[in-house]
T-cell receptor, first 111, second 114 residues
Framework: RKEVEQDPGPFNVPEGATVAFNCTYSNSASQSFFWYRQDCRKEPKLLMSVYSSGNEDGRFTAQLNRASQYISLLIRDSKLSDSATYLCVVNLGGSNYKLTFGKGTLLTVNP | DAGVIQSPRHEVTEMGQEVTLRCKPISGHDYLFWYRQTMMRGLELLIYFNNNVPIDDSGMPEDRFSAKMPNASFSTLKIQPSEPRDSAVYFC????????????FGSGTRLTVV
């Protein structure tokens, strides 16, 4: 299994649609999980952390399944401004502070 | 706060030349990371520092790459000699205490080696 693996997409959805991104990670000892967003030719920016119990921030919901080593991000009522690449990010465990990034999933929201 | 500041934003250089990329982390952050992003490989961690000390340089591709952090407010990534396959976007990021709250990235340096 790759360290952090995501569906590369691209996802093309109409405005208002619900879209889900999935991610798997290789190390069951991983402790920290995030979703980042990267706009074209820009730097990655933190979208939200992912907590064990799941968490929500407005239209965005993140879930963690430790048993399956799986993270998800759900975007409801998608907007044109949600078009970006979404990166799954994991600290793969151990005593280090490295975050490992997935290659990202490209989302395009169409009018 | 000005965020993580990187310079230059763009660099075009000829193969064999030395390239130096610069980074100023967010004041108070004690971790600094250098990443490289390409279409093929995504974001790859090259090296990271804690309190100005290099902790893990296992991602540095080869001896042509070196990184320093002489003080808490400045770091450099140097490539000597540069090669066309080094063409990528190089990001610097910083964080405080731990990775638990994620990293803040700079705007990146887009390097083209011709």
């Amino acid at each position: 299994r790759k360290e952090v693996e995501q569906d590369p997409g691209p996802f093309n959805v109409p405005e208002g649609a619900t879209v889900a991104f999935n991610c798997t990670y290789s190390n069951s000892a991983s402790q920290s999980f995030f979703w980042y967003r990267q706009d074209c030719r820009k730097e990655p920016k933190l979208l939200m952390s992912v907590y064990s119990s799941g968490n929500e921030d407005g239209r965005f919901t993140a879930q963690l399944n430790r048993a399956s080593q799986y993270i998800s991000l759900l975007i409801r009522d998608s907007k044109l401004s949600d078009s970006a690449t979404y990166l799954c990010v994991v600290n793969l465990g151990g005593s280090n502070y490295k975050l490992t990034f997935g290659k990202g999933t490209l989302l395009t929201v169409n009018p | 706060d000005a965020g993580v500041i990187q310079s230059p934003r763009h660099e075009v250089t000829e193969m064999g030349q030395e390239v130096t990329l610069r980074c100023k982390p967010i004041s108070g952050h004690d971790y600094l990371f250098w990443y490289r992003q390409t279409m093929m490989r995504g974001l790859e961690l090259l090296i990271y520092f804690n309190n100005n000390v290099p902790i893990d340089d296992s991602g540095m591709p080869e001896d042509r790459f070196s990184a320093k952090m002489p003080n808490a407010s400045f770091s450099t990534l140097k490539i000597q000699p540069s090669e066309p396959r080094d063409s990528a976007v190089y990001f610097c990021a910083s964080s405080f205490r731990t990775e638990r709250y994620g990293y803040t990235f700079g705007s990146g340096t887009r390097l083209t080696v011709v």
